[in-house]
Protein backbone atom coordinates (compact mmCIF):
# COMPACT_ATOMS: atom_id res chain seq x y z
CA UNK A 1 0.00 0.00 0.00
CA UNK A 2 1.13 3.58 -0.82
CA UNK A 3 0.02 5.36 2.52
CA UNK A 4 -0.08 9.45 2.37
CA UNK A 5 -0.37 10.21 6.36
CA UNK A 6 -1.33 13.75 7.06
CA UNK A 7 0.31 15.75 10.04
CA UNK A 8 0.96 19.18 12.14
CA UNK A 9 2.02 19.79 15.62
CA UNK A 10 -1.33 18.71 17.06
CA UNK A 11 -2.41 15.97 19.41
CA UNK A 12 -4.40 14.50 17.14
CA UNK A 13 -1.63 14.10 14.45
CA UNK A 14 0.08 12.23 16.91
CA UNK A 15 -2.83 9.91 17.33
CA UNK A 16 -2.59 9.41 13.24
CA UNK A 17 1.18 8.35 13.56
CA UNK A 18 0.15 6.46 16.29
CA UNK A 19 -2.59 4.58 14.11
CA UNK A 20 -0.34 4.06 11.17
CA UNK A 21 2.94 2.63 13.13
CA UNK A 22 0.34 -0.12 15.49
CA UNK A 23 -1.81 -1.09 12.40
CA UNK A 24 -0.76 -4.32 10.72
CA UNK A 25 -0.06 -3.37 6.89
CA UNK A 26 1.19 -5.47 3.57
CA UNK A 27 4.35 -6.29 3.05
CA UNK A 28 6.57 -3.21 1.06
CA UNK A 29 3.76 -0.67 2.19
CA UNK A 30 5.48 3.30 1.76
CA UNK A 31 4.18 5.92 3.62
CA UNK A 32 4.56 9.54 2.62
CA UNK A 33 4.35 11.52 5.88
CA UNK A 34 3.17 15.03 4.79
CA UNK A 35 2.82 18.41 6.58
CA UNK A 36 1.43 21.57 4.71
CA UNK A 37 2.74 25.07 5.26
CA UNK A 38 -0.08 27.73 4.15
CA UNK A 39 1.43 30.71 2.45
CA UNK A 40 2.83 33.39 4.66
CA UNK A 41 0.94 36.48 4.56
CA UNK A 42 2.45 39.88 3.41
CA UNK A 43 3.27 41.11 6.72
CA UNK A 44 5.06 37.83 7.44
CA UNK A 45 8.79 38.18 8.34
CA UNK A 46 10.81 36.09 6.62
CA UNK A 47 12.23 34.68 9.15
CA UNK A 48 9.58 33.53 10.54
CA UNK A 49 8.03 31.37 7.71
CA UNK A 50 11.87 30.05 7.42
CA UNK A 51 11.55 28.89 10.53
CA UNK A 52 7.98 27.29 10.17
CA UNK A 53 9.77 25.28 7.82
CA UNK A 54 12.17 23.97 9.29
CA UNK A 55 10.23 23.10 12.21
CA UNK A 56 7.83 21.57 9.25
CA UNK A 57 10.75 19.72 8.19
CA UNK A 58 12.08 18.68 11.62
CA UNK A 59 8.68 17.13 12.34
CA UNK A 60 7.86 15.08 8.93
CA UNK A 61 11.69 13.74 9.58
CA UNK A 62 11.50 12.65 12.86
CA UNK A 63 7.90 10.93 12.19
CA UNK A 64 9.54 9.16 9.13
CA UNK A 65 12.07 7.63 11.48
CA UNK A 66 9.89 6.60 13.85
CA UNK A 67 7.81 5.04 11.22
CA UNK A 68 11.17 3.23 9.55
CA UNK A 69 12.04 1.50 13.19
CA UNK A 70 8.02 0.01 12.53
CA UNK A 71 9.39 -1.55 9.27
CA UNK A 72 7.66 0.60 7.09
CA UNK A 73 9.29 2.72 4.72
CA UNK A 74 8.44 6.20 5.30
CA UNK A 75 9.12 9.23 3.15
CA UNK A 76 9.37 13.36 4.95
CA UNK A 77 7.46 15.55 2.88
CA UNK A 78 7.13 19.13 3.33
CA UNK A 79 4.87 21.30 0.84
CA UNK A 80 3.08 24.72 0.60
CA UNK A 81 0.12 25.87 -0.12
CA UNK A 82 -3.77 25.59 1.01
CA UNK A 83 -3.91 22.29 2.79
CA UNK A 84 -7.64 21.96 1.13
CA UNK A 85 -6.02 21.34 -2.05
CA UNK A 86 -2.28 20.08 -1.32
CA UNK A 87 -3.47 16.78 0.42
CA UNK A 88 -6.05 16.00 -2.18
CA UNK A 89 -3.45 16.58 -5.28
CA UNK A 90 -0.43 15.09 -3.62
CA UNK A 91 -2.87 11.75 -3.07
CA UNK A 92 -3.65 11.84 -6.58
CA UNK A 93 -0.40 12.86 -8.03
CA UNK A 94 1.43 10.01 -5.70
CA UNK A 95 -1.17 7.46 -6.61
CA UNK A 96 -1.64 6.87 -2.69
CA UNK A 97 -3.66 3.99 -1.75
CA UNK A 98 -5.30 5.42 1.72
CA UNK A 99 -4.76 8.78 3.17
CA UNK A 100 -4.82 9.06 6.93
CA UNK A 101 -5.18 12.19 9.06
CA UNK A 102 -6.15 13.24 12.25
CA UNK A 103 -9.19 14.59 14.60
CA UNK A 104 -10.02 15.63 18.03
CA UNK A 105 -12.97 13.43 19.19
CA UNK A 106 -16.17 14.68 18.30
CA UNK A 107 -14.81 18.44 17.68
CA UNK A 108 -14.11 18.35 14.23
CA UNK A 109 -10.64 18.15 12.67
CA UNK A 110 -8.05 19.77 13.84
CA UNK A 111 -5.44 23.03 12.68
CA UNK A 112 -5.02 22.62 8.99
CA UNK A 113 -7.58 20.04 8.72
CA UNK A 114 -10.82 22.09 10.33
CA UNK A 115 -13.59 23.04 8.61
CA UNK A 116 -13.45 22.64 4.55
CA UNK A 117 -10.40 20.91 4.52
CA UNK A 118 -11.76 17.99 6.27
CA UNK A 119 -14.50 18.00 3.93
CA UNK A 120 -12.25 18.44 0.43
CA UNK A 121 -10.10 15.76 1.88
CA UNK A 122 -12.88 13.28 2.58
CA UNK A 123 -15.26 13.90 -0.16
CA UNK A 124 -12.42 14.70 -3.09
CA UNK A 125 -9.00 12.30 -2.35
CA UNK A 126 -9.12 10.35 -5.07
CA UNK A 127 -8.37 7.10 -2.72
CA UNK A 128 -9.86 5.89 0.45
CA UNK A 129 -9.57 8.15 3.40
CA UNK A 130 -9.72 7.28 7.50
CA UNK A 131 -9.96 10.18 10.24
CA UNK A 132 -8.30 9.35 13.37
CA UNK A 133 -9.81 9.52 16.79
CA UNK A 134 -9.08 8.68 19.87
CA UNK A 135 -11.68 9.18 22.77
CA UNK A 136 -10.78 10.42 26.34
CA UNK A 137 -10.92 8.38 28.87
CA UNK A 138 -11.59 5.02 26.57
CA UNK A 139 -8.49 3.72 27.57
CA UNK A 140 -6.02 1.17 25.41
CA UNK A 141 -7.40 -0.58 22.35
CA UNK A 142 -8.47 -3.98 22.92
CA UNK A 143 -5.88 -6.78 21.61
CA UNK A 144 -8.84 -6.68 18.50
CA UNK A 145 -10.36 -3.65 16.16
CA UNK A 146 -14.53 -3.72 16.65
CA UNK A 147 -14.92 -2.52 13.30
CA UNK A 148 -18.69 -1.13 12.00
CA UNK A 149 -18.91 -1.83 8.31
CA UNK A 150 -21.76 0.33 6.84
CA UNK A 151 -23.69 -1.60 3.48
CA UNK A 152 -26.58 -0.35 1.40
CA UNK A 153 -25.90 -3.07 -0.90
CA UNK A 154 -24.82 -1.07 -3.66
CA UNK A 155 -21.26 -1.38 -5.69
CA UNK A 156 -19.60 0.83 -3.25
CA UNK A 157 -20.83 -1.30 -0.60
CA UNK A 158 -19.49 -4.23 -2.27
CA UNK A 159 -15.88 -2.74 -2.64
CA UNK A 160 -16.17 -1.37 0.65
CA UNK A 161 -16.58 -4.95 2.18
CA UNK A 162 -13.86 -6.49 0.09
CA UNK A 163 -11.45 -4.02 1.27
CA UNK A 164 -12.48 -4.75 5.03
CA UNK A 165 -11.70 -8.12 3.92
CA UNK A 166 -8.54 -7.91 2.48
CA UNK A 167 -6.62 -5.82 4.67
CA UNK A 168 -4.98 -7.16 7.54
CA UNK A 169 -6.32 -6.85 11.03
CA UNK A 170 -4.75 -7.22 15.19
CA UNK A 171 -5.84 -10.54 15.90
CA UNK A 172 -9.54 -10.86 17.85
CA UNK A 173 -10.84 -7.75 15.50
CA UNK A 174 -14.42 -8.36 14.37
CA UNK A 175 -16.61 -6.89 12.20
CA UNK A 176 -20.51 -5.56 12.65
CA UNK A 177 -22.06 -5.29 9.14
CA UNK A 178 -25.49 -2.33 9.93
CA UNK A 179 -27.47 -1.79 7.17
CA UNK A 180 -30.71 0.60 7.41
CA UNK A 181 -34.46 -0.41 6.20
CA UNK A 182 -35.10 2.25 3.81
CA UNK A 183 -38.11 3.34 3.35
CA UNK A 184 -39.14 5.99 0.67
CA UNK A 185 -41.49 9.03 2.58
CA UNK A 186 -43.27 10.04 -0.58
CA UNK A 187 -43.81 6.29 -1.47
CA UNK A 188 -44.96 5.82 2.17
CA UNK A 189 -47.07 8.37 2.16
CA UNK A 190 -48.92 7.44 -0.78
CA UNK A 191 -49.65 3.90 0.15
CA UNK A 192 -52.40 6.13 3.36
CA UNK A 193 -53.91 7.32 0.63
CA UNK A 194 -56.49 6.67 -1.85
CA UNK A 195 -56.64 3.94 -3.72
CA UNK A 196 -53.77 1.99 -1.58
CA UNK A 197 -55.11 3.20 1.98
CA UNK A 198 -54.45 0.14 3.49
CA UNK A 199 -52.02 -1.61 5.38
CA UNK A 200 -51.29 -4.37 2.96
CA UNK A 201 -49.48 -1.92 0.76
CA UNK A 202 -47.85 -0.26 4.12
CA UNK A 203 -46.76 -3.68 4.86
CA UNK A 204 -45.33 -4.78 1.61
CA UNK A 205 -43.11 -1.26 1.21
CA UNK A 206 -41.65 -2.10 4.26
CA UNK A 207 -41.17 -5.86 3.74
CA UNK A 208 -39.30 -4.62 0.69
CA UNK A 209 -37.13 -2.60 2.39
CA UNK A 210 -36.45 -5.20 5.58
CA UNK A 211 -35.47 -7.79 2.72
CA UNK A 212 -33.14 -5.43 0.74
CA UNK A 213 -31.27 -4.54 3.64
CA UNK A 214 -30.93 -7.94 4.94
CA UNK A 215 -29.76 -8.86 1.46
CA UNK A 216 -27.18 -5.93 1.63
CA UNK A 217 -26.15 -7.35 5.03
CA UNK A 218 -25.42 -11.31 3.67
CA UNK A 219 -23.98 -9.95 0.58
CA UNK A 220 -21.01 -8.22 2.61
CA UNK A 221 -21.01 -10.99 5.44
CA UNK A 222 -19.77 -13.44 2.78
CA UNK A 223 -16.90 -11.51 1.70
CA UNK A 224 -16.11 -10.38 5.13
CA UNK A 225 -16.14 -13.73 6.19
CA UNK A 226 -14.34 -15.27 3.63
CA UNK A 227 -11.52 -12.98 4.54
CA UNK A 228 -11.22 -15.21 8.00
CA UNK A 229 -12.73 -12.32 9.67
CA UNK A 230 -14.93 -12.92 12.97
CA UNK A 231 -19.08 -10.90 12.14
CA UNK A 232 -22.24 -9.86 13.54
CA UNK A 233 -24.89 -8.31 11.86
CA UNK A 234 -27.76 -5.25 12.93
CA UNK A 235 -30.37 -4.42 10.67
CA UNK A 236 -31.84 -0.70 11.40
CA UNK A 237 -35.35 -0.02 11.00
CA UNK A 238 -35.60 2.98 13.38
CA UNK A 239 -37.10 6.41 11.98
CA UNK A 240 -33.98 8.48 12.50
CA UNK A 241 -31.96 9.66 9.73
CA UNK A 242 -29.14 6.66 8.70
CA UNK A 243 -26.44 8.95 9.55
CA UNK A 244 -27.32 9.15 13.34
CA UNK A 245 -28.06 5.18 13.45
CA UNK A 246 -24.60 4.79 12.25
CA UNK A 247 -23.27 6.93 14.66
CA UNK A 248 -25.34 5.80 17.57
CA UNK A 249 -24.77 1.99 16.62
CA UNK A 250 -21.15 2.90 16.61
CA UNK A 251 -21.61 4.39 20.45
CA UNK A 252 -23.58 1.54 20.94
CA UNK A 253 -21.16 -0.73 20.63
CA UNK A 254 -18.19 0.84 21.10
CA UNK A 255 -16.61 0.52 17.58
CA UNK A 256 -13.49 1.70 17.30
CA UNK A 257 -13.78 1.91 13.32
CA UNK A 258 -16.80 2.73 10.93
CA UNK A 259 -16.26 1.81 7.43
CA UNK A 260 -18.49 3.40 4.64
CA UNK A 261 -18.18 3.18 0.81
CA UNK A 262 -17.98 5.98 -1.29
CA UNK A 263 -17.74 6.64 -5.63
CA UNK A 264 -15.25 7.98 -6.34
CA UNK A 265 -15.42 11.89 -6.22
CA UNK A 266 -19.38 12.32 -6.29
CA UNK A 267 -19.42 11.36 -2.47
CA UNK A 268 -21.43 8.81 -0.51
CA UNK A 269 -23.94 6.90 -2.73
CA UNK A 270 -27.20 6.17 -1.44
CA UNK A 271 -28.18 6.83 2.55
CA UNK A 272 -24.25 7.83 2.77
CA UNK A 273 -24.77 11.10 0.65
CA UNK A 274 -23.22 14.49 1.30
CA UNK A 275 -24.09 15.54 4.59
CA UNK A 276 -23.95 12.41 6.32
CA UNK A 277 -20.19 11.06 5.04
CA UNK A 278 -19.45 14.58 6.65
CA UNK A 279 -21.04 13.79 9.54
CA UNK A 280 -19.87 10.35 9.89
CA UNK A 281 -16.37 12.02 9.07
CA UNK A 282 -16.69 14.60 11.71
CA UNK A 283 -18.80 13.88 14.90
CA UNK A 284 -18.41 9.95 15.05
CA UNK A 285 -17.05 8.93 18.62
CA UNK A 286 -14.44 7.00 16.91
CA UNK A 287 -12.05 6.67 13.88
CA UNK A 288 -14.10 6.76 10.59
CA UNK A 289 -12.21 5.01 7.17
CA UNK A 290 -14.16 6.12 3.46
CA UNK A 291 -13.04 3.48 1.12
CA UNK A 292 -12.65 4.56 -2.33
CA UNK A 293 -12.44 2.76 -5.59
CA UNK A 294 -9.94 4.25 -7.53
CA UNK A 295 -10.92 5.45 -10.88
CA UNK A 296 -7.73 3.25 -12.56
CA UNK A 297 -8.20 0.36 -9.75
CA UNK A 298 -10.46 -2.34 -10.12
CA UNK A 299 -10.77 -2.05 -5.64
CA UNK A 300 -9.52 0.38 -3.61
CA UNK A 301 -7.52 -0.33 -0.78
Do not use: Y
Amino acid sequence: MNILLAIDFSTASEAAILEVATRPWPPATSVQVVTVVEPSQPWALSELVEEVMRLSRDLTQRTAERLRSCGLDATPVVLSGDPKHVIVEQAERTAADLVVVGSHGDKGLTRFLLGGVARAVVRLAPCSVTVVRTTPGKGARRAGMKVLLATDGSECSGIAARAVAERLWPDGTEVRILSVVELSLPTFQAALEPPFANTEAMEILRANAMKHAQDAIRSAEEIVAAGGLKTSESVSVLLESPKQIILDEAGTWSADLIVVGSHGRRGFNRFLLGSVSEAVATHAGCSVEVIRKRPSAGTSA
